[in-house]
């Protein structure tokens, strides 16, 4: 079946930066567009951003613009996720989910068919 794996999560300091890593399996890679999410204790899921499935088009929530970028290799079927200026509010658990439908234009967790496990962030102050 379909596989989202994460990886690249863990403890850094404010100002730090880490690169999160979503390597996919059993799927088409190249038809989809990638979504990073994040769920923070208590709250819900939100997005973060998304990329089309060619790599062309991006899109951040507000408060990682600047910060985060979004990146993909369809040859080894893997999106990344450079988190750059880490703020303890970016704790959280990330995942990558894959949109086969709406070309890496939706924000909307629910238009999302597949999920990652999930990788901790930690960002201390």
């Known amino acids: 079946q379909v596989q989202l794996v994460e990886s690249g999560g863990g403890l850094v300091q404010a100002g730090g930066s880490l690169r999160l890593s979503c390597v996919g399996s059993?799927?088409?890679?190249?038809?989809?567009?990638m979504g990073w999410f994040r769920q923070a204790p208590g709250l819900e899921r939100e997005f973060v951003g998304s990329i089309s499935w060619s790599g062309i088009s991006t899109a951040y929530t507000d408060s990682v613009k600047g910060r985060f970028t979004i990146s993909r290799d369809n040859v080894k079927k893997t999106v990344y996720l450079q988190m750059n200026s880490l703020k303890p509010e970016d704790t959280a658990v990330y995942y990558c989910?894959?949109?086969?439908?709406?070309?890496?234009?939706?924000?909307?967790?629910?238009?999302?068919?597949?999920w990652g496990q999930g990788t901790q962030v930690i960002v201390s102050s």
């Open positions: 989910a894959a949109d086969r439908r709406n070309g890496g234009t939706s924000r909307d967790r629910h238009d999302y068919d597949y």
């Open positions: 059993q799927l088409t890679f190249n038809h989809y567009a």
